[in-house]
């Protein structure tokens, strides 16, 4: 996960997730309201503060320990409706998805937990 300070919004905290597998970079993206993995660098700044690679940190409350991370896209056609990274609690090998969330309602699929490594 890398965290964009400079563009902190009321949104939330933008990030974008990376991983490094043979000395190509992945990176996390929203396509056609999927997720998937595309080989790409890690920019060193965002140009937008809305992009395919953007999420944004959520808490659902004070004192809760858990986060969602919102889509910085907006969908067509327009809506009020958000979506946020959660996994399909369905299957077997947990997929990441996009799944619509609701302002105040905590939903365990887009529960995600952070940890320093």
């Given at each position: 996960?890398?965290?964009?300070?400079?563009?902190?919004?009321?949104?939330?905290?933008p990030?974008?997730?990376?991983?490094?597998?043979?000395?190509k970079?992945?990176?996390?993206?929203?396509?056609?309201?999927?997720?998937?993995?595309?080989?790409?660098?890690?920019?060193?700044?965002?140009?937008?503060?809305?992009?395919?690679?953007?999420?944004?940190?959520?808490?659902?409350?004070n004192?809760h320990?858990?986060?969602?991370?919102?889509?910085?896209?907006?969908?067509?056609?327009?809506?009020?409706?958000?979506?946020?990274?959660?996994?399909?609690?369905?299957?077997?090998v947990?997929?990441?998805?996009?799944?619509?969330?609701?302002?105040?309602?905590?939903?365990?699929s887009?529960?995600?937990?952070?940890?320093?490594k």
């Amino acid at each position: 996960m890398n965290i964009y300070r400079e563009l902190a919004t009321n949104d939330g905290l933008p990030v974008i997730f990376s991983c490094k597998v043979d000395n190509k970079n992945y990176l996390l993206c929203v396509q056609n309201n999927s997720v998937i993995i595309k080989e790409s660098e890690l920019p060193e700044e965002i140009p937008t503060e809305t992009s395919e690679l953007i999420f944004y940190v959520k808490e659902f409350s004070n004192g809760h320990s858990a986060f969602c991370f919102e889509s910085s896209l907006k969908f067509e056609p327009p809506t009020e409706q958000r979506f946020c990274l959660a996994w399909n609690k369905d299957d077997p090998v947990k997929k990441l998805i996009l799944k619509p969330y609701y302002e105040g309602r905590i939903n365990e699929s887009i529960n995600f937990f952070i940890e320093a490594k």
